[in-house]
């Protein structure tokens, strides 16, 4: 592998990777193969001064070892580093080498959606006052490039909402839950081989991971600050092979989605909300037939109107194409002058409580088969202003199946309504509740 800098270029930027896993080795490697193209499209070379790693004694095929050293700080301090990339993953410590870097007056480049959803206050703040640039492109939906997206092309627009699949581990496992009839454990295993999860696949199947990236997205689209702590996030868990079964029998797929959204509270104010959790898709919606590991965004804007974006969300070639394309942005500033569209958050809008979201429920009870049983649940219904859409009732044992979807209301009353339910004489059991996204209705 050459790790040399071009000879088409007068100026040559130096670069510290920080991490070599999945990501950083082909961020290494196709630096390395593409060192002349990218010499011409930043008007410089770039080259590569060193690569942080845990342990540099081990040999890696196609790297010098002589770039290797386990001394982060150092490599990050070295005059002639003048972009960071990390690739590290984590927060605390990667937090503290991308501070350090971009207080030496370092641009950082990197893919850490869990580091910049939890502390972006804090790294813009350290990026503005040393004038260079934070890229975090790969950090959402790795080769889509939804992060320029929001921060450069609809800059001048006004977002209503950005909605989708942000997480291809879960959208691989449920994908294949529903097309083989595949169990939860096994399809995980398959998407960890893969290296789509994360190195702790609970951030991905808890839905930890889709949350990071709506707290980014959510900040970008609606210029208001919007933590990682703020967004609701349930994961695919408990998400069961019945439930798919079921959804499917409906017309439905089930998808993890996230889901951020300005909307009108109670009180009349406007506030934004960003949510993950798993929802019902209605099958002829373009989200039900995103498979595999596939991402897929839409978003809402008052001008540009829907859009939607769709490609590859995890994996090691598309993560490193986006963190690519930002070293790219990055050595172009440092050669030609400028900085990246920094951290806009001047509309600052309060987060809603998630009990103030409109959403939608899907519930599948067991009740008893006897006179009187659907007025009684109505009344349960009615009390909590909820409208029933549709009902079905299917004969289950001794028992009835009943199946109720509902029309739009408050997150707050669906689950006060859920509660009563669980609490009443006739319904045996509530066997699943589902939110049900994106049906016209
Ligand atoms: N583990 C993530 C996913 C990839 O499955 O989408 C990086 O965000």
Redesign the pocket.
């Known amino acids: 592998m050459s790790q040399t800098p071009s000879t088409t270029a007068n100026r040559t930027v130096g670069i510290a990777i920080l991490g070599l896993g999945t990501v950083g080795s082909e961020v290494l490697r196709l630096i390395g193969v593409q060192a002349d193209a990218l010499a011409h499209r930043i008007g410089g070379g770039i080259e590569i001064k060193g690569v942080a790693v845990s342990d540099a004694s081990r040999p890696r095929e196609g790297v010098d070892p002589a770039l290797l050293t386990e001394d982060a700080m150092s490599l990050i301090n070295r005059d002639d580093v003048e972009i960071v990339v990390e690739v590290i993953g984590g927060i605390d410590y990667p937090r503290e080498l991308v501070l350090a870097a971009l207080r030496a007056g370092k641009s950082v480049v990197t893919a850490n959606?869990a580091l910049v959803a939890a502390h972006a206050d804090e790294l813009s703040a350290a990026a503005d006052e040393a004038g260079v640039d934070l890229y975090f492109e790969a950090?959402v939906?790795?080769a889509i490039p939804v992060v320029g997206m929001l921060r450069r092309s609809l800059a001048g627009d006004q977002i209503q909402s950005i909605a989708g699949i942000?997480?291809?581990?879960?959208n691989?496992i449920l994908d294949a839950m529903d097309t083989t009839g595949a169990d939860y454990e096994e399809m995980l295993a398959e998407?960890m081989e893969l290296g789509?999860?994360?190195a702790d696949p609970t951030?991905?199947v808890e839905g930890h991971?889709a949350a990071s990236?709506a707290a980014i997205l959510a900040s970008l689209g609606f210029h208001t600050r919007v933590k990682y702590d703020d967004v609701y996030c349930e994961g695919i868990s408990k998400i069961t092979a019945d439930d798919i079964k079921a959804a499917r029998t409906a017309g439905y797929a089930i998808k993890l989605l996230a889901i951020c959204e300005k909307l009108q509270g109670e009180d009349g104010r406007d506030y934004v909300s960003a949510r993950v959790h798993p929802a019902l898709v209605p099958r002829e919606h373009p989200l039900a037939s995103v498979s595999k590991?596939y991402?897929a965004i839409f978003v809402e804007a008052e001008a540009a109107g829907s859009l939607m974006f769709y490609g590859n969300?995890?994996?090691g070639a598309p993560?490193a194409s986006a963190v690519l394309g930002d070293i790219v942005g990055a050595a172009r500033n440092k050669v030609h002058g400028g900085r990246a569209p920094g951290d806009s958050t001047y509309a600052n809008l309060p987060v809603a409580d998630f009990g103030q979201v409109l959403t939608r429920y899907h519930i599948d009870m067991q009740v008893c088969d006897r006179t009187g049983v659907l007025a009684d649940l109505a009344k349960i219904f009615a009390e909590n202003n909820i409208s029933m859409r549709a009902v079905r009732q299917e004969k289950s044992g001794d028992n009835a199946r009943l199946i109720v979807v509902t029309h739009t209301a408050r997150e707050k009353n669906l689950a006060a309504t859920v509660e009563q339910l669980r609490k009443c004489d006739a319904v045996k059991k509530v066997t699943s509740v589902i939110r049900l996204e994106n049906e016209d209705v």
């Open positions: 959606k950090a939906a790795a942000v997480n291809g581990t879960t691989y998407a789509y999860a994360e951030a991905d991971d990236k590991s991402n969300g995890a994996g993560t």
